[in-house]
């Protein structure tokens, strides 16, 4: 799952073949110092693994489209790269996968290369571990140094990947992956999914830790993204039926105290926070935790997680507890108690 939409106010959305999903301007901390960072979404086929039926809560194949050409992704990237000015990282977004070829043909992934190698400019990319191997990220290494690529591990319980997630890949196959980047000395960034479907908020925080946890020794960098709710997903479906709620921004608070020190960057700017399909409290407290969270991925200052006094933390409280004695699921208490 892509941390993509933690960006700017400034992003442009189109529906042309030729034109990006989005293109935006953020801040990123590189070696403990801010920098202007450009965001691309390119519109692509589609992620792979969505056609083989996707994950659980990932709803980004909306903008996909199957008839887009080698240069339709091209013309995208040119004309989202020279409306950027001048950054020092470049975030280029897919579907699914940056290494998958069917998505990604060879040709785009050079221009990107290519561009970034001669601008000096930090490349991220994601992928799917299936698509990492030696020989493919040698290639990349040689075509541009200062490269990060991101996997979206979500969990590091291969229970929780197949039947909550449906992730199409195992815990020992990101390992084999974050190996091999490790071996030569590649930049990881994991993604941790905060509050899959079919897990308690208790267990959400829990699962997020230990994935946290079993990332940190492969990983430069850490995000845990927490769960918002995009359409055409199980997850909406399950939260239409008051069988799902995206979870609580004191979770999301505490995942980042819990693994602020396990040495990679953390980053914890929930998409969509404060919102009803994003991570949320009440709503009287939920900026002051945003903010929060936002100041510290900026700065990876440990005091910039703020923790405001609020009669809704006893609900959440009250929550954790109930939720293990109910039968049949994970119902939104808190909509259930808002409406009796």
């Known amino acids: 799952m892509t941390d993509a939409g933690a960006g700017g106010k ?29 965001v691309i979404i390119l519109r692509t086929s589609g992620c792979s693994h969505f056609h083989k039926g996707g994950c659980s809560m990932c709803g980004y194949n909306i903008e996909s489209d199957r008839s887009i050409s080698a240069d339709d992704i091209v013309k ?16 280029v977004y897919t579907s699914g996968s940056f290494l998958d070829g069917r998505e990604v043909p060879a040709g785009v992934a050079e221009r990107v290369l290519g561009e970034c190698a001669d601008k000096g400019m930090r490349l991220l990319v994601e992928s799917r571990p299936e698509y990492i191997t030696a020989d493919g990220l040698d290639a990349l290494l040689a075509a541009h140094e200062d490269i990060e690529l991101a996997i979206g591990l979500e969990s590091a319980n291969d229970k929780v990947l197949r039947h909550s997630i449906n992730k199409g890949f195992t815990v020992g196959d990101y390992d084999r992956a974050a190996t091999l980047m490790k071996e030569r000395g590649m930049d990881l960034r994991t993604y941790v ?28 960098a850490i995000s845990v993204n927490a769960v918002n709710i995009q359409k055409g997903t199980l997850v909406e479906r399950l939260w239409k039926d008051w069988s799902y709620r995206p979870p609580w921004l004191w979770s999301a608070l505490e995942v ?6 396990l040495g990679p960057k953390l980053l914890c700017d929930p998409v969509g926070g404060g919102t009803v399909r994003g991570a949320h409290n009440c709503g009287g407290c939920d900026q002051v935790i945003l903010d929060g969270l936002k100041a510290f991925t900026a700065s990876q200052d440990l005091s910039r997680l703020a ?27 808190q909509r259930f108690f808002r409406r009796a």
């Open 76 to 91: 995208q990237f040119d004309v989202a790269l020279s409306g950027l000015g001048g950054v020092a990282m470049l975030k």
């Open 307 to 333: 923790r405001p006094e609020c009669e809704c933390e006893g609900m959440y409280r009250a929550v954790l507890g109930l939720e293990g004695a109910v039968v049949g699921g994970t119902p939104d208490l």
């Open 256 to 261: 980042a105290r819990r693994c602020a020190g």
């Open 10 to 38: 400034d992003r442009r959305r189109r529906k042309d073949k030729d034109a990006a999903v989005a293109v935006w301007r953020e801040k990123e901390n590189i070696d403990g110092k801010q920098v202007d960072a450009g």
């Open 193 to 220: 999914l905060l509050k899959p479907p079919f897990l308690t908020e208790r267990e959400a925080v829990e699962d997020a830790v230990a994935t946290a946890e079993h990332a940190a020794p492969f990983s430069h």
